[in-house]
């Protein structure tokens, strides 16, 4: 499951775990003394659990804004051109293979995927608990569908529903395990009690619930996945590169959810000092140490915000560098497809010549940066659209197989250079807008950080 993070459930987290390990050492080993009291041995823990958990929060934090990154940057592609031993992403309809579907256990409801939990109420001396007697999923081969065609979604070894409970059973098997794979499965019920007998004409409740999940067919799913290829069908799987994500909703509003998680990177600096606060109280109260000295732990947070500050700012700079590099490899790929057209003219004597010294034309590239590049497509689509609709005034070059797969390539590339570009754009805002907010327009300009050119959208 890809961590959701945020800045209160960190530090919920941490409050938990300082007060847990804090009761459990007071009712455990009540006798338990440290130089500095009570009082010291309470700012120990709060200062190693805010220190620890800052480090480890902000290696999760770094892991998923990196993951987000890829997934982002990828563009979804029709199914027909997903390339194996590639990452791909697509969008389309859930369909099972063969007409062949599960039924949920409880509900009953047919679907691809189920996942069914139940969990038993038992009693432990005076206190009792819910412990999980039963976690079984289970699906059938099932693919996805778009208008240009189907691509088979392999769920082994996924590592959540979003259900809160582990995925067991069924979906672990022979391949390497994966993290962060998960499914955006339906929620059919959660923890609802079953009914138990009827005492006095009143139904009881037993000390029985049930959870149960689904994956239905029919519905649109926006799919991240590596494309495999065995006996000649391809299929879409986790992969040591990108989890695989099936997800009910588009891919913003997908990674809308991970937004939130972005002021991590600001606010772990002041968990951090709160920490490195702790701690200092503690020395002040065990060995004495002075508090004129807190200014230590303060140029520690510091020195952290500008060594912190200037990685991001290198991070973000190398990503707008890495999405116009994107763009420039479509422009390659489509000028690399402009002889597809050549050869579909070939043989139409009465405008060949016209239409293939236009081509030559379009083709004729000089060596220019990636932004003189952009201009440079902008100027030659104009004319490109031109040359086709003259090509699509003969109709038998029209209806031929070569032109239509130029047509459809063509029409994929320019898709894709529409998207990087907005990816682009995007990426730089985030660049610009984070070297100009405040205090990190100091490190920007100490170190000569400046804001980058947008490209501007046909």
Not at 62 to 71: E, G, H, R, V
Not at 81 to 100: E, F, H, L, N, W
Not at 287 to 301: C, E, K, N
Request: aromatic content about 14%; some cysteine.
């Amino acid at each position: 499951m890809v961590e959701r993070l945020s800045f209160s459930k960190a530090l919920a987290t941490m409050i938990f775990s300082s007060f847990l390990i804090l009761i459990i050492s007071f009712v455990f080993y009540p006798g338990i003394t440290l130089p500095g009291g009570i009082l010291g041995y309470i700012f120990l823990i709060l200062g190693i659990v805010f220190i620890g958990g800052t480090f480890h929060y902000s290696r999760v934090w770094a892991s998923t804004d990196m993951l987000i990154y890829k997934i982002a940057r990828q563009p979804i592609i029709p199914v027909k051109y997903c390339t194996p031993g590639t990452v791909a992403q697509v969008y389309g309809k859930i369909k099972s293979v063969d007409g062949k579907l599960l039924v949920s256990p409880l509900e009953k409801k047919p679907c691809v995927f189920y996942h069914y939990i139940k969990e038993e109420y038992r009693q432990h001396g005076k206190s009792g608990s819910w412990v999980v007697v039963e976690n079984k999923a289970c699906y059938v081969p099932f693919k996805v569908v778009d208008d240009s065609g189907e691509i088979l979604i392999n769920l082994r070894n996924v590592d959540s529903d979003l259900s809160g409970y582990a995925v067991e059973g069924a979906l672990r098997d022979k391949y390497p395990d994966y993290d962060n794979s998960e499914i955006d499965a339906v929620k059919l019920c959660y923890r609802k009690r079953l009914p138990g007998p009827k005492i006095l004409g009143l139904r009881l409740y037993s000390n029985v619930r049930v959870s149960e999940y689904i994956l239905p067919e029919g519905i649109d799913v926006f799919v991240n996945g590596y494309v495999f290829e065995e006996d000649g069908k391809k299929y879409l799987a986790e992969h040591a590169s990108t989890p695989l994500i099936i997800s009910r909703k588009k891919k913003e509003a997908y990674l809308e959810d991970f937004a939130k998680g972005d002021n991590f990177f600001y606010t772990s600096n002041f968990l951090l000092m709160l920490g490195l606060v702790a701690l200092f109280l503690f020395a002040h109260y065990s060995i004495g140490l002075p508090l004129s000295l807190l200014f230590i732990p303060l140029l520690l947070v510091l020195a952290r915000m500008v060594y912190g500050t200037y990685n991001r700012m290198v991070e973000l700079q190398n990503r707008c560098k890495n999405a116009l590099h994107q763009i420039s490899i479509e422009l390659k790929k489509r000028n690399n497809l402009i002889p597809m057209l050549a050869n579909v003219v070939k043989g139409y004597a009465n405008y060949e010549q016209l239409v293939l010294k236009r081509l030559t034309a379009l083709r004729t590239t000089k060596k220019l940066g990636i932004l003189e590049q952009i201009r440079e497509y902008d100027q030659k689509e104009k004319e490109l659209v031109k040359l086709i609709a003259k090509v699509e005034q003969y109709p038998k070059l029209k209806a031929s197989k070569l032109f239509l797969e130029f047509a459809t390539r063509l029409a994929v590339i320019e898709k894709n250079i529409a998207y990087f570009r907005s990816f682009y754009n995007k990426t730089v805002l985030k660049y610009n807008t984070f070297i100009e907010l405040f205090p990190f327009v100091i490190v920007a300009k100490a170190f000569g950080f400046k804001k980058m050119e947008y490209l501007k959208l046909r």
